[in-house]
Every structure is written in structure tokens, then in C-alpha cells.
């Protein structure tokens, strides 16, 4: 049974109050701090069912994806989302005469989500409040930041952004095919080759996320069909065996007597 996990991807990626969002917000603030993110998201993201705030962790969260509850805990996400490759040396790189690293730096990055995205913070920022502004600027207030050129520094792309914007050329790839999912069968626990364990095979992918009692239950409920096959399989060689071991004028009989019952049924 397919899973729609559209609620679970709005979550993360919705544009203004998505955890994505959040964390690029809070990674640019000069006070932004782990536990005002934290408070952030939960603030933004509480009434979202596929979100849950951690009762015990002051720092973390749930995000309940389709294979069960996950915990995530936040104290370096925004020191992680801003270590980003710089956009001049990604530039360097997808422009390289070498292939191999203009092919993989190119398929990686996404230079128009990092637009986007600084459009997006730079929208925000100017709806704070006119003196905000660089033309309404309050008397005897500084001005914007400018680098030695006298032009406005350029925010630096995300981590969380460069994600998104492969995220989104994915969903567009997505759209224009048509997909066919196939559920991704585990054949052992101890992922070895050349070993198939079939009660392994059959259990959900949200196994480990269920309560002890019902994993036993399932565990007892496979374990059981699996015996069952195996007695049904053994039984079939035996009797197999044994016909093989018939003369073949009796191995005839059976056979002309077998498809006479048919016909007559």
C-alpha cells in the first residue's frame, strides 16, 4: 500500500513556515541561539501532525515519516547549514573543463534556488520596518552592510537551500514521469550476501518504531506462517521423491487416472 507523504514533505519544505525555513531564518540571525530555533519551529510547526516536541529533550523534536517517529536533535543544525561550499568556488567547479567535476557539481547544486532563496530572506527583512530599508534609512542611522566595492553583501546559499532546490528538481522530474513504486524487500537483518530470511522479508519498514508487544506479535505471527511452508515444502519434495521412485509404467497409470479425474470433474 502506497503512503502519501505529502503532509510529511509540506512539513519540512513548506516555504515561509517549513523546518527548512526556519532553520535559514534562525541560521542569519546574530542572536538566534539553539533554543530559539528550537521554540521556533515548535512555535510554527506544533499544529502540524506529522510534528511532535520532545518531552524530555529541550533541544530536539519528532518528525514522523512514513517508516515511523524520528527523533532529531538540533544543537548543530544552523553551525551545519551554513557550512556551505562558497558560491564562487561552486562556480569554479561547474564551469571546469574537467568532466567528471562539472557533471558532479552541477547535478548537486541548484545556483537558481540560491536566489530564490536569498530573494525570499531579503523580502522578509524589508517588510521588518522602513528604517530597514536602504533608501528610508532613519537619520544619523548606518547604512547596509556594504563589502569594499560599496555593494551589498550577497547572503551565502544553505545547506537546507541547496537541498531544497534538489528536492524541487526532483518533484519536477517526478511530474513529468510515471512513476512506479516498488516496496524494497530487506532479505536478512545482518544485510550478508547469499542468505534469505523470509519472516525478515515480510516485516513492515516501520518495524523497529513499533511497540515491543506488537513487533513479538508479528515476529510469533511470520514465525509460524514461515514454519508452515517449510512443512508444506518438505512435504511436497517427499512426496515427489517418492513418485520419482515409482516405475515409470505406474508413474504412467497415476498420471492417464489423474487427468481422467480432471475430465470428469
Known amino acids: 500500500e502506497f503512503t502519501d507523504n505529502k503532509a510529511c514533505l509540506d512539513l519540512i519544505t513548506a516555504p515561509h513556515s517549513g523546518l527548512f525555513a526556519v532553520l535559514d531564518e534562525q541560521s542569519f540571525f546574530p ?21 511532535e516536541r520532545h518531552k524530555l529533550d529541550k533541544h530536539g523534536f519528532h518528525v514522523i515519516h512514513y ?8 544543537d548543530a543544525f544552523m553551525e551545519k547549514n551554513r557550512d556551505s561550499l562558497s558560491e564562487d568556488l561552486v562556480e569554479v567547479f ?6 567528471i567535476l562539472h557533471d558532479c557539481f552541477d547535478a548537486s547544486f541548484d545556483p537558481k534556488a540560491a536566489v530564490r532563496t536569498q530573494k525570499r530572506l531579503e523580502r522578509k527583512g524589508s517588510r521588518s520596518g522602513p528604517g530597514m ?5 532613519a537619520p ?27 528536492l524541487d528538481q526532483l518533484m519536477a522530474t517526478l511530474r513529468t514521469t510515471s512513476p512506479h513504486f516498488v516496496r524494497c524487500v530487506k532479505p536478512n537483518p545482518e544485510q550478508v550476501p547469499n542468505k534469505f530470511n ?15 508487544w506488537k513487533q513479538n506479535m508479528l515476529l510469533k505471527k511470520f514465525n509460524e506462517s514461515a514454519a508452515k511452508e517449510e512443512e508444506e515444502r518438505q512435504k511436497k519434495e517427499e512426496a515427489e521423491a517418492k513418485l520419482a521412485s515409482l516405475p515409470k509404467w505406474k508413474r ?8 481422467k479425474l480432471a475430465a470428469e470433474a
Request: glycine content about 8%.
Open 31 to 51: 542572536k538566534a541561539t539553539v533554543e530559539s530555533l528550537v521554540l521556533t519551529l515548535i512555535k510554527s510547526s506544533e499544529q502540524h501532525p506529522n510534528f
Open 67 to 74: 517508516a515511523g517517529k524520528i527523533h532529531y536533535n538540533a
Open 94 to 99: 561547474t564551469t571546469s573543463a574537467v568532466g
Open 133 to 137: 530599508l536602504a533608501g528610508n534609512a
Open 140 to 166: 544619523g542611522s548606518p547604512g547596509p552592510a556594504r563589502g569594499a566595492t560599496g555593494t551589498k553583501k550577497k547572503r551565502q546559499a544553505t545547506v537546507a537551500n541547496q537541498f531544497q532546490g534538489s
Open 198 to 212: 523470509a519472516v525478515a522479508a515480510k516485516l513492515p519498514d516501520n518495524f523497529k518504531s513499533l511497540p515491543v
Open 252 to 259: 504412467d497409470k497415476m498420471e492417464a487416472e489423474k487427468k
